[in-house]
Each structure stands twice: as structure tokens, then as C-alpha cells.
């Protein structure tokens, strides 16, 4: 029976595998297609729901001038829209628009493809295919599992 590996050694491997993925992948290219910071900020505001400019700037760590000048080519676009926050008048909420929706669509179908188009060029066995497939709900559970809080190192939640 083998030895099972030190977490660190295996995070160590997982973070440097899936961070060359994850590059590779970000360097699709889809025509009319979103830039890194405009797809970084239709994600975020996709995944919180209507919220302020300065809360998705927060929330995906840039500056508010920055999350800002975003916003506005996104709006441009009819990707985002603005709408009066109903609790408080002075504020102004923004959500993704259907066009948005789709956009952020078109940038995920791509990069499926791309990689359903690695997978079935002869250069994973069956077997290996089996296991990425069953490795796809592990790293999910691992990512659910990372607390970002440095207080947390090592608890179990």
C-alpha cells in the first residue's frame, strides 16, 4: 500500500496544475468577447445579485475608479444596468442584464469546448478521463472547504 501524500506536497501540486489550467483557459478568445476585468466584474455582479459599484469592487479586490470605468463599458454594452436601490434612494444598485447573461454564457461555452476538444484528442486514456471525471467533485469539495481567513489555518468546519 502506497503512503499517502503530505497535504502540503498535494495543495502545493493542485494549486500549480489548476493555476496553468486556469491561465490557458482565461486566454480564450470569443469574438465580441469580454475582457478580463469585464468578465471579473459580470462574474462577481452575476454572483452577488444587484449590488453597488463600490461593494463589487470590494468584493473582487480593485479600486472603486477602476470597478467603475468597467462598469460604464459594461453598461455601454447593455451588459449591466443601474436601478434606484428601494431601501435607499441615494444609492443606485446594479445587476446584470439578460445581454450580460449571455455574454458571460458565450465565455464559459468556449472554454468547455476547448477542453472537451483536449480531452478527446487521444491525449488521455479512458482511465484517465474516469478519473478527472471523479476529481471534479473533489476539488469542488476542496474549494468549499478553503477558508481565506488566516485565523482558521487547520479547524475543521
Do not use: C, W
Not at 498535494?10 to 496544475?17: G, I, M
Amino acid at each position: 500500500m502506497s503512503e499517502t501524500p503530505a497535504p502540503e506536497t498535494v495543495a502545493s501540486a493542485l494549486l500549480a496544475s489548476i493555476g496553468v489550467l486556469l491561465r490557458r483557459v482565461r486566454q480564450i478568445p470569443v469574438d465580441g468577447g469580454l475582457t478580463m476585468p469585464e468578465r471579473t466584474a459580470l462574474s462577481g455582479l452575476e454572483r452577488s445579485g444587484p449590488t453597488t459599484s463600490s461593494a463589487l469592487a470590494r468584493e473582487v479586490q480593485i479600486t472603486a475608479q477602476a470597478m467603475g470605468a468597467t462598469l460604464g463599458t459594461l453598461r455601454e454594452r447593455g451588459y449591466v444596468e443601474r436601478r434606484p436601490d428601494p431601501a435607499d434612494g441615494r444609492r443606485v444598485l446594479l445587476s446584470v442584464t439578460a445581454a450580460g447573461r449571455q455574454a458571460l454564457q458565450d465565455k464559459r461555452n468556449a472554454r468547455v469546448e476547448l477542453a472537451a476538444r483536449a480531452l478527446t484528442g487521444g491525449a488521455f486514456t479512458p482511465e484517465e478521463l474516469e478519473r478527472l471525471a471523479a476529481a471534479a467533485p473533489l476539488l469542488e469539495r476542496l474549494a468549499q472547504h478553503i477558508d481565506p481567513r488566516p485565523d482558521q489555518r487547520g479547524t475543521d468546519r
